[in-house]
């Protein structure tokens, strides 16, 4: 167990790692963020010190950059030590944008992070990546300490991961975007589509798999359903296009031969 961290960021990952590691008495002894007073509100709750100024980086063992991902090489350069170990949370970088002397990381935590909504951190699958051996071990033990699903992968496979992860939440989370529109538009309450989100998703969690879980028009290829849906949306519209492509792909999957 690295004996100092430190946290780079005070957004929505810096905010759940910092929580998830002094739940699981991990030493956090340092915020570091470009804006002052969101360090403070980190920090502030957990008494810990807190910069805006690299002068002032307090010497740690692991250093984790929780920063935007445009921003990581940026702020990694000035990190001016080099027997530490320095790790970012990006599913989309390479460890390579790690400009620096010390050794590098990843250390990618597979979760929807809002600062607004607590989490149960003992599920997160975390994906580390390292240099050696060593370090391995020790975000091993780190990420142990959080949750009980820890990985080693490469870059190209994180990459992979990042993107199922756009699939099944960003793409999922905007469909209901559009249903939620649908809704307001013609004065039918959300809350009635609630039970069939979860169901959905509750299929898929407790082991049906995502080709068997398939039901509606295009499974069935009902193509007269499908018609009547499309008439309701204006030709050659976002949403009509994004439903006959998604129609399309359904629809080949099941019946490729038809
Ligand atoms: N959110 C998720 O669900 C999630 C999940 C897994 C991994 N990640 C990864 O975790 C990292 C952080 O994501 P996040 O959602 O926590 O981001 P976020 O909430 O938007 O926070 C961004 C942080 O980066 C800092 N920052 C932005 N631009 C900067 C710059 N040019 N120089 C220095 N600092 C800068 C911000 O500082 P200020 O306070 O000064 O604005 C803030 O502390 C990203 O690499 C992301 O891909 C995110």
New binding site residues.
């Given amino acids: 167990m690295p004996k100092k961290v430190v946290i780079i960021?005070?957004?929505?990952?810096?905010f759940h790692l910092t929580e998830a590691m002094l739940q699981n008495t991990v030493n956090v002894v340092q915020i570091f963020?470009?804006?002052l007073d969101?360090a403070r509100k980190l920090a502030g709750k957990y008494n810990i010190s807190f910069t805006d100024k690299i002068s002032e980086l307090e010497r740690a063992n692991v250093y984790i950059i929780?920063?935007?991902?445009k921003?990581?090489s940026?702020?990694s350069c000035h990190i001016p030590f080099e027997d530490c170990l320095v790790v970012?949370?990006?599913?989309?970088m390479p460890i390579s944008a790690l400009k620096g002397k010390y050794r590098k990381g990843g250390f990618?935590?597979f979760?929807?992070?809002s600062k607004k909504r607590a989490l149960k951190y003992d599920k997160i699958p975390f994906f580390i990546e390292t240099e050696n051996r060593e370090d391995e071990l020790t975000l091993f033990t780190l990420a142990r300490r959080i949750s009980g699903e820890v990985y080693k992968t490469d870059y190209e496979k994180r990459l992979q991961i990042h993107m199922s992860g756009v699939w099944v939440n960003n793409f999922t989370n905007h469909l209901y975007h559009i249903a939620h529109e649908i809704c307001e538009k013609h004065n039918i309450s959300f809350d009635n589509l609630k039970p069939l989100i979860k169901e959905s998703a509750d299929k898929i969690i407790e082991g049906i798999s995502p080709f068997e879980a398939q039901t509606g028009p295009a499974k069935r290829n009902d193509k007269h359903v499908v018609e009547k849906h499309l008439s309701l949306l204006e030709p050659d519209s976002r949403l009509y296009q994004i439903y006959s492509l998604i129609t399309d792909s359904i629809t080949k999957t099941y019946h490729d031969k038809l």
């Avoid at 970012?88 to 989309?92: A, C, N, R």
């Fill in positions: 960021g005070a957004g929505n990952v810096a963020n470009r804006t969101n929780c920063t935007s991902d921003a990581i940026e702020i970012h949370t990006s599913g989309s990618y935590p979760q929807t992070f």
